[in-house]
């Protein structure tokens, strides 16, 4: 059976833990909706690497023009990690907007308070929460990818993410992935209720009572 299609108007921030599922359920969300949800380009200043395309994996820029960039206001968020610049310019979230596509966002928990402020982009706001902490730090050293420094570095970032989720008015939904189809079906829930009220609401202001399907 398929899915209900889901209609927002609204940026869709999602943020949590290293190793939680953000990015499954965000791959879901595109593979479900074709067409309907869509990624930004973020602005770094690193080098690009083997493979990687200006304009499709990041705008690379120097870091004097990112701190132009910042002086301007153009970013929603931006965070400097180990010597680099990485960010969100609001000009790439609108243009997509624009196209009439629904943005969704991977961001940490210090971009999303960073948005919060930017009055210019109405966002609605997910965290993913692992059920317990062990068991997201299974899931971190079954990829087996990262060095033990690496990981420590990571769950002591998930304990402070983890700590500041349920901050009053920080996030609009907070969800445990403890299975990754069951939270699917409730994130998209979520994202049909976005809809439906936003939909209301501009029936509302134009003075209409009711919404049909004629």
Do not use: C
């Amino acid at each position: 059976m398929p899915s209900r299609p889901v209609i927002n108007f609204r940026p869709i921030i999602i943020s949590g833990p290293s190793g939680v599922g953000k990015g499954t359920l965000i791959q879901m969300l595109h593979d479900r909706h074709p067409g309907i949800f869509t990624k930004t380009v973020s602005h770094t200043t690193r080098q690009p690497r083997a493979g990687e395309i200006e304009g499709v994996n990041y705008f690379f820029v120097s870091k004097a023009k990112f701190r132009s960039l910042i002086s301007k206001n153009a970013f929603v968020e931006y965070t400097y990690f180990s010597g680099n610049y990485y960010g969100t310019s609001k000009q790439t979230i609108k243009d997509q907007m624009a196209k009439g596509l629904l943005v969704v966002l991977e961001i940490d928990i210090e971009g999303v308070k960073q948005m919060r402020k930017a009055t210019d982009i109405d966002a609605s706001y997910v965290f993913i929460k692992p059920p317990n902490f062990e068991e997201l730090e299974t899931r971190l050293r079954n990829r087996s990818t990262e060095t033990e420094e690496s990981i420590e570095k990571r769950l002591q970032q998930a304990k402070d993410e983890l700590e500041q989720a349920d901050t009053p008015g920080l996030y609009d939904m907070v969800l445990v992935n403890e299975n990754i189809a069951v939270s699917y079906d409730k994130l998209e829930n979520f994202l049909w209720r976005l809809s439906a009220d936003m939909l209301l609401k501009r029936a509302s202001n134009h003075g209409t009572s009711r919404i049909t399907g004629d």
